[in-house]
């Protein structure tokens, strides 16, 4: 007997932009003094998905609710 199934193919994934909080940092010499430079904390590829080959982008809202990782005055947070 044959037995006929409906198939399905893998539809198209939808990709996550990224948005990684910002942080500043300053950068101080003697010579100088301190200045402030913009950057931005980003997650290490092994606490991301992988899809396809390539690896997850987190918003906003998936670093404070999934990782626990917010921006506060002067820093950021990490609730572990």
């Given at each position: 007997?044959?037995?006929?199934?409906?198939?399905?193919?893998?539809?198209?994934?939808?990709?996550?932009?990224?948005?990684?909080?910002?942080?500043?940092?300053?950068?101080?010499?003697?010579?100088?003094?301190?200045?402030?430079?913009?950057?931005?904390?980003?997650l290490d590829a092994n606490w991301r998905g992988v899809h396809e080959g390539a690896v997850d982008g987190v918003d906003a809202?998936?670093?404070?609710?999934?990782?626990?990782?917010?921006?506060?005055?002067?820093?950021?947070?990490?609730?572990?």
């Amino acid at each position: 007997l044959c037995s006929l199934g409906v198939v399905g193919a893998q539809q198209a994934g939808t990709m996550t932009q990224e948005a990684s909080p910002p942080m500043a940092v300053k950068h101080c010499t003697k010579a100088a003094g301190c200045t402030v430079e913009q950057g931005a904390v980003t997650l290490d590829a092994n606490w991301r998905g992988v899809h396809e080959g390539a690896v997850d982008g987190v918003d906003a809202q998936g670093y404070e609710k999934t990782y626990g990782i917010r921006t506060i005055s002067g820093g950021v947070e990490l609730q572990f």
